[in-house]
């Protein structure tokens, strides 16, 4: 289902979100019959004792009788969301193409006897080394498709989506315009700079706010504006790939989540996850992780300054944090695991030490990491000298 339903005249947008509701509740791997009593299904027990022995080929027959023979390959249930086990690319966009699932966690620092938390780590991820390549390459990719090659791409971005156009505009020779908010760590501007894009600084802390801006010097200069905040795919390819990996991913260690905690931004990832697991699994906890007010916090923001899909589907809650407890969560994960989150994967672990605190965490908990500390060498260099951190 393609974000050009959106547009059909027989669909509203209300019939096309409960039309993919329906499918994602209904969906299963495909059922497709192996002989007479063999049935490859979701939990794909039967594919992995094939995969084991070494079958190759299976004969398969269809609903209406027909025989034959298909490679077990092409009945791979995981298929979508299964990369290249020896990661071995024919080019750059393939590390995000194909490179997946990214890993699934499970963390120390967070889980006790009733609840084990696992953490998606999207720094896996080759141009921005953060969950934002998925979205820069399937609305750039999805563009493409349409065999016409933009001249110049711009886009408002706080860092991530930006560095990830910016690498695969690079690879497919296309020149591009970056406007960063005044919040953007200062050294971003010479990352962009060495990947030879321009960059636009403005004075806003608030990235949204300069898309305006950006959309009338686009439609002067003749250049595309992607427009990671209303384009239909940014959504999309949370739902296609982040939120069945994740589910796959689960599954592998035969569990389903009970809560999934994620920080909102453009409202992309956390409203495909709620859509996703809430149309699955109907008892999943859904919860957004949003600045408080008057704190900013790379990468997310508060819902009033205007997210486009979260208003469209169903999250239980949205929960407020500070930059310095930010810090705190960051630096709860990085003493205990030993791996440095970014801010706002920090504004979520900050949301969860609360919950585990009240005691009101159950069962098995996804935590969605979006890139990585190191890319705020800046902020921590100022907050640790303050010892802004919440004990
Ligand atoms: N965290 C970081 C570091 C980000 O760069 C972003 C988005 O730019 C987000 C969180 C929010 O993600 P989303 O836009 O899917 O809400």
Same mark, same amino acid.
């Not at 110049?152 to 695969?168: D, I, P, R």
């Given at each position: 289902v393609e974000p050009a339903m959106l547009k059909a005249p027989s669909m509203s947008l209300k019939e096309y979100i409960d039309t993919l509701g329906y499918i994602i509740s209904k969906w299963r791997a495909p059922i497709i019959r192996v002989r007479d009593d063999w049935v490859l299904d979701e939990d794909a027990a039967v594919f992995n004792a094939l995969a084991e022995f070494g079958v190759?080929? &299976?004969? =398969?027959?269809?609903? %209406?009788?027909?025989?034959?023979?298909? *490679? !077990?390959?092409?009945?791979n249930p995981f298929h979508e969301v299964q990369g290249n086990g020896l990661r071995v690319y024919d080019s750059v966009v393939e590390l995000v193409s194909r490179n997946t699932p990214t890993p699934l966690v499970k963390l120390r620092s967070l889980s006790n006897s009733? &609840?084990? =938390?696992?953490?998606? %780590?999207?720094?896996?991820?080759?141009? *921005? !080394?953060?969950?934002k390549d998925r979205v820069a390459w399937y609305m750039l990719h999805r563009f493409l498709e349409r065999g016409v090659k933009p001249?110049?791409?711009?886009?408002?971005?706080?860092?991530?989506?930006?560095?990830?156009?910016?690498?695969?505009?690079n690879y497919h020779g296309v020149k591009t315009r970056i406007y960063l908010p005044a919040t953007a760590q200062?050294?971003?501007?010479?990352?962009?700079?060495?990947?030879?894009?321009?960059?636009?600084?403005?004075?806003?802390?608030i990235t949204i706010s300069m898309l305006s801006k950006v959309l009338v010097e686009a439609s002067r200069d003749n250049a595309v504006v992607l427009n990671q905040f209303e384009n239909d795919y940014n959504f999309l390819v949370h739902l296609r790939y982040t939120?069945?990996?994740?589910?796959?991913?689960?599954?592998?260690?035969?569990v389903k989540p009970s809560v999934i905690v994620a920080g909102l931004g453009t409202s992309g990832h956390l409203s495909a996850?709620?859509?996703?697991?809430?149309n699955k699994y109907k008892s999943v906890e859904t919860i957004g992780v949003q600045s408080a007010q008057g704190s900013s916090i790379p990468g997310?923001?508060?819902?009033?300054?205007?997210?486009?899909w979260l208003h469209m589907v169903e999250v239980d809650r949205v929960v407020d944090v500070r930059l310095e407890e930010a810090l705190t969560g960051i630096l709860h994960v990085a003493r205990i695991d030993g791996i440095l989150p970014g801010f706002s994967s920090g504004a979520a672990v900050y949301a969860l030490m609360k919950l585990l605190e009240e005691g009101s965490l159950r069962g098995d908990v996804v935590v969605v990491f979006p890139d990585h500390g190191l890319k705020?060498?800046?902020?921590?260099?100022?907050?640790?000298?303050?010892?802004?951190v919440v004990e």
């Open positions: 190759k080929y &299976v004969p =398969v027959s269809d609903t %209406l009788g027909e025989a034959g023979e298909v *490679s !077990l390959n092409l009945l009733d &609840v084990r =938390v696992w953490a998606k %780590l999207e720094w896996y991820h080759p141009f *921005s !080394l953060s969950i001249a110049k791409l711009y886009e408002a971005s706080s860092t991530n989506t930006g560095m990830a156009l910016v690498g695969l505009g200062r050294c971003v501007d010479y990352v962009f700079k060495a990947m030879g894009a321009e960059v636009v600084r403005e004075g806003t802390p939120a069945k990996e994740i589910d796959y991913q689960l599954m592998s260690k035969g996850l709620s859509f996703y697991f809430k997310i923001r508060r819902v009033e300054t205007g997210v486009k705020y060498v800046e902020l921590l260099e100022t907050l640790l000298a303050e010892k802004c």
